[in-house]
C-alpha cells in the first residue's frame, strides 16, 4: 500500500485507500495541509487497486507531478513527486523508504533529538549543512510561531558540528547560553528559543580513551638477550663449581697428607729392619756361628 507524504515533514501523511483521497486546506479533507498557497478542496487521488489517478480541483496550474503542471488529471505512480500550492509531496512505498532511511542514518553522524512535549524523542539526521526555522524551505521545518523564519544554520565542518544563529529575534541558545556562532558538542542541550533538542553525535577523541599496542621485541633483541640469560647461567653454574671443589679441597689434602705419613712410617720400619739384620748378622759372625 502506497501513502502520499510531506516532503519536509513525514508526520504529515495519508494512505493511498479506495475509493478517493482528497488534499486540501480544508478540517474535511484526508489530508490536511494549513497553507495559504492551498485551496480548501485543492486535489483528489482516485484509488483502484494499483493504480492512481489525480485529479486537480483548483483550476489551471495549481497542481504539477515531476514539475509538470498538470492539466485536469494524470496518473501517478510510486516515488512521484506532487505539487499542490506551495507544498511538496511524494507518493512513497513505506516499506522502502523505512529502509532507505535506516541506511541514510547509519552514516549520520549528528542529529537532534527533541526535547520539546510535542515531539519529545523525535530524531532528526543533520546534514552538512541544515537551516532550522519555520519556513518550509528549511531543512528541519518547525510550525512554531516563536521561531523565526530561518532561524539557525547548522554546519559539519571536518566532523566537527557548529550552529550559526541567523539573526533570530528569539535567540539561539547552547545549554542555556545565547551564542551567534560556537561548536556544539555531543550531550549539549541546543534550543531555538523555547525548542530544544539534546545533541547526538560522535564524542571528541579527548574523551576517548587510546589504547596502546604492546610493545614486541625484535627477533634479534630477542635472540641476544636469551643469550645473556644462558651466559648468566653458566656463571652461576661455574660458580657453584669452584664453591663445590673449595669445600672438597682439604678433606683430599688430609687424605693426600695421611697417606704420605702412612708411608712415611714403612719406610722407617724397613730400615729398623733391615738394621737389625744386619746387627745380628754381624753378632752371629762374632760367635762363630756364621
Same mark, same amino acid.
Given at each position: ?16 485507500? @479506495? ?70 509531496? @511524494?507518493?512513497?512505498? *513505506? ?52 521561531? =523565526? ?44 528559543? =523555547? ?6 553525535? *560522535? ?45 672438597? @679441597? ?9 697417606? @704420605? ?30
Amino acid at each position: 500500500m502506497l501513502k502520499l507524504c510531506d516532503v519536509k515533514d513525514a508526520t504529515q501523511s495519508v494512505w493511498l485507500v @479506495a475509493p478517493k483521497v482528497t488534499i486540501g486546506r480544508g478540517n474535511q479533507c484526508d489530508l490536511t495541509l494549513a497553507d495559504a498557497s492551498i485551496a480548501k478542496l485543492h486535489a483528489e487521488i482516485l484509488v483502484d487497486g494499483e493504480e492512481l489517478e489525480l485529479r486537480s480541483l483548483a483550476g489551471d496550474g495549481q497542481v504539477a507531478v515531476n514539475g509538470k503542471v498538470v492539466e485536469g488529471s494524470c496518473k501517478l505512480r510510486r516515488n512521484d513527486r506532487v505539487q499542490v500550492g506551495d507544498r511538496n509531496l @511524494a507518493v512513497v512505498d *513505506p516499506k522502502i523508504t523505512r529502509l532507505k532511511a535506516a541506511g541514510a542514518s547509519a552514516n549520520v553522524a549528528w542529529a537532534l533529538r527533541a526535547n520539546h512535549p510535542a515531539i519529545v524523542g523525535r530524531v532528526f539526521p543533520v546534514r552538512e549543512t541544515s537551516v532550522v526555522g519555520r519556513s518550509d524551505d528549511c531543512d528541519l521545518t518547525f510550525a512554531m510561531s516563536h521561531l =523565526s523564519r530561518r532561524h539557525a544554520r547548522l554546519e559539519v565542518r571536518e566532523g566537527l558540528l557548529f550552529v550559526v544563529d541567523l539573526g533570530s529575534a528569539n535567540g539561539t541558545f547552547l545549554n542555556n547560553q545565547r551564542v551567534t556562532e560556537c561548536r556544539v558538542r555531543r550531550g549539549d542541550e541546543l534550543r531555538f528559543d =523555547s525548542l530544544s533538542f539534546s545533541v547526538v553525535g *560522535p564524542a571528541d577523541d579527548i574523551d576517548k580513551t587510546t589504547v596502546r599496542q604492546a610493545v614486541t621485541m625484535p627477533d634479534a633483541a630477542r635472540q641476544s638477550t636469551a643469550l645473556d640469560q644462558a651466559m648468566q647461567r653458566d656463571r652461576v653454574r661455574d660458580s657453584g663449581k669452584a664453591a663445590s671443589t673449595a669445600e672438597a @679441597a682439604p678433606s683430599q689434602s688430609y687424605i693426600g697428607d695421611s697417606a @704420605a705419613a702412612g708411608s712415611s712410617g714403612w719406610i722407617w720400619v724397613g730400615l729398623l729392619v733391615a738394621g737389625a739384620a744386619v746387627a745380628g748378622y754381624f753378632w752371629a759372625q762374632g760367635q762363630g756361628l756364621v
